[in-house]
C-alpha cells in the first residue's frame, strides 16, 4: 500500500493504482453533506415556520428571543455555531469531507493536487478543529434541549398525544442521541487517561462502560449519516406543517 500510495502522489491529482470505484464513496458526501449544508443554512436564515402545535424545529432549539425584542434577526442564528461546529469538528466527517470537497486526498492511495504544503490541523482554520471536544460538552447541553421538545411533541393541549410529527422527532432524537454518544470525545472521557483498568473497582466501572461506548463507537459513521437524515427530515416535516401545505396526522 505504501508503494501504491507514493505512486499516486508522485502522478498528481486522481493518478492511482486502484481499480476499484473509489470516488463513489464521496458521492455521498457531495449529495449529502452539500446539500444538508445548504438547506439547513438557508432554513437557519428563514426565520420562519419553526413551531406549530407541540412541535419545535430541531435547528431553533432552545428558542431563543422568538419575539426579536433583543435579536431581530432569525433565532436560529443565535445557536447555529454549537451544532455545526459539532459537526463540522467531528472526526468522522472531517476524513468524509477533506477528501470529498478538498481533494486532500481524494480517496487513500490516490494522487491530490500538486503543490500542497501538507500542515495538518496545526495552524489556522484547522487548528480550530481540535475545539470538537468543546463542542461535545455544548452538545451534550442541546441533547437535553432535543429531549424535552420531543417530550413534548407527545403533549398537546393538555392531553397525552401523538402525530407523525412526535415519531419524526422520537426517532430523530434516538439518532442524535446515538450520534452523539458515539463521540470519540465521549468515549475517551468515559474511559480515557487510564493506565490500568483492573486497578480499582471505579476503573473497572470505567472499563465496562468505556467498551459498551466502544460499540457504539464503532458505528459512528452510520449514526453521523442517519442523524443527519433525520435533523433535517424533522425539520422540514415543521417547515411544511406550520406554512399549511401538508396536515400532521394525528394517531392517538
Ligand atoms: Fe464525530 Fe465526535 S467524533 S461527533
Known amino acids: ?8 502522489l508522485q502522478g498528481g491529482f486522481g493518478r492511482t493504482q486502484r481499480r476499484d470505484a473509489w470516488w463513489v464513496e464521496n458521492l455521498p458526501v457531495w449529495i449529502l453533506l452539500g446539500g444538508f449544508g445548504i438547506y439547513a443554512t438557508l432554513r437557519a436564515f428563514k426565520g420562519d415556520f419553526f413551531q406549530t402545535g407541540p412541535y419545535l424545529s430541531p435547528f431553533y432549539s432552545p428558542l431563543i428571543d422568538a419575539d426579536h ?8 442564528l443565535l445557536i ?4 455545526l461546529g459539532f459537526r463540522m469538528t467531528c472526526y468522522y466527517y472531517r476524513k468524509a469531507y477533506y477528501r470529498a470537497f478538498f481533494a486532500d486526498p481524494p480517496a487513500c492511495a490516490v494522487g491530490e493536487p500538486l503543490g500542497r504544503k501538507y500542515k495538518g490541523e496545526t495552524k489556522f482554520p484547522f487548528i480550530l478543529q481540535n475545539l ?3 463542542f461535545f460538552y455544548f452538545a451534550l447541553i442541546f441533547i ?3 429531549w424535552k421538545d420531543t417530550i413534548e411533541a407527545f403533549w398537546y393541549e393538555g392531553h397525552f398525544f401523538v402525530g407523525v410529527g412526535s415519531l419524526v422527532f422520537l426517532v430523530n432524537i434516538i439518532l442524535l442521541s446515538l450520534y452523539t454518544f458515539s ?3 465521549w468515549r475517551h472521557l ?3 487517561k487510564l493506565d490500568c483498568f483492573s486497578c480499582s473497582v471505579a476503573n473497572q466501572s470505567r472499563h465496562g462502560l468505556w467498551k459498551k461506548f466502544s460499540f457504539l463507537n464503532e458505528r459512528h459513521m452510520v449514526f453521523a449519516w442517519c442523524s443527519l437524515v433525520s435533523v433535517g427530515f424533522a425539520d422540514f416535516y415543521v417547515w ?3 406554512s399549511g401545505l401538508i396536515k400532521d396526522i394525528r394517531l392517538l
Open 1 to 8: 500500500m505504501a508503494e501504491i500510495k507514493s505512486t499516486a
Open 69 to 76: 425584542h433583543i435579536w431581530k434577526w432569525s433565532p436560529a
Open 80 to 83: 447555529l455555531i454549537f451544532p
Open 132 to 134: 470538537h471536544r468543546y
Open 144 to 146: 437535553v434541549f432535543l
Open 183 to 185: 463521540c470519540h470525545s
Open 190 to 192: 468515559v474511559g480515557g
Open 240 to 242: 411544511m406543517v406550520a
